[in-house]
């Protein structure tokens, strides 16, 4: 039987861990508040315990902006934008998913395939490091994939759009 998780300690480590990884590449990273690209298109793997956290999140919101979310949750489509996006910003900021929090670092995957975010292909981040598709500086030893994060746990990992879309 896989082990349960103490998911808000073990994201209060990951955090320590990534604000490392992120200052290392500070000056690669162009991310800036207001720039939501990496919500606006993407999948969204989320796991039943980070849905928890962030219908957790979603309890402690304004009754406004619960209607919003609610609004663009009716209106989610497979691939395209987060629900949780509100005038170009997290409204669950404190408790977004793994695949959000790693957002913005290169990191080796399964195979040594080098991850970059999104934003990579369009020239905003990892100018000096990433080009015509290779990354060619020094990724982050450790896969940062949600699947590989939460390996050996319980807990099942869906698209944010099937969990929602679940019947």
């Not at 992120?22 to 690669?28: D, G, K, L, N, W």
């Not at 807990?155 to 879309?165: A, G």
């Given at each position: 039987m896989a082990?349960?998780?103490n998911?808000?300690?073990f994201i209060n480590d990951l955090d320590k861990r990534l604000s490392l990884y992120f200052s290392a590449y500070q000056s690669e990273i162009a991310c800036e508040r207001g720039?939501?690209?990496c919500?606006?298109?993407?999948?969204?793997?989320v796991s039943d315990i980070e849905l928890e956290y962030l219908i957790k999140g979603y309890s402690e919101l304004e009754?406004?902006?619960?209607?919003q979310i609610q609004n663009n949750i009716?209106?989610?489509?497979?691939?395209?934008?987060?629900p949780f996006l509100l005038h170009k910003e997290c409204s669950v900021y404190?408790?977004?998913?793994?695949?959000?929090?790693?957002?913005?670092?290169?990191?080796?995957?399964?195979?040594?395939?080098?991850?970059?975010?999104?934003c990579a292909n369009y020239g905003k981040c990892y100018k000096k490091s990433y080009s015509d598709g290779q990354f060619v500086g020094n990724p982050v030893k450790e896969n940062l994939d949600t699947y590989a994060l939460l390996?050996?746990?319980d807990c099942e990992i869906r698209n944010l759009y099937d969990w929602i879309n679940k019947t």
């Amino acid at each position: 039987m896989a082990p349960q998780i103490n998911y808000e300690q073990f994201i209060n480590d990951l955090d320590k861990r990534l604000s490392l990884y992120f200052s290392a590449y500070q000056s690669e990273i162009a991310c800036e508040r207001g720039c939501s690209a990496c919500c606006e298109k993407g999948d969204y793997p989320v796991s039943d315990i980070e849905l928890e956290y962030l219908i957790k999140g979603y309890s402690e919101l304004e009754n406004d902006i619960k209607i919003q979310i609610q609004n663009n949750i009716k209106n989610i489509e497979k691939g395209g934008q987060c629900p949780f996006l509100l005038h170009k910003e997290c409204s669950v900021y404190k408790y977004r998913p793994i695949i959000c929090r790693v957002h913005g670092l290169p990191y080796l995957c399964n195979d040594n395939v080098v991850k970059v975010p999104y934003c990579a292909n369009y020239g905003k981040c990892y100018k000096k490091s990433y080009s015509d598709g290779q990354f060619v500086g020094n990724p982050v030893k450790e896969n940062l994939d949600t699947y590989a994060l939460l390996k050996g746990y319980d807990c099942e990992i869906r698209n944010l759009y099937d969990w929602i879309n679940k019947t």
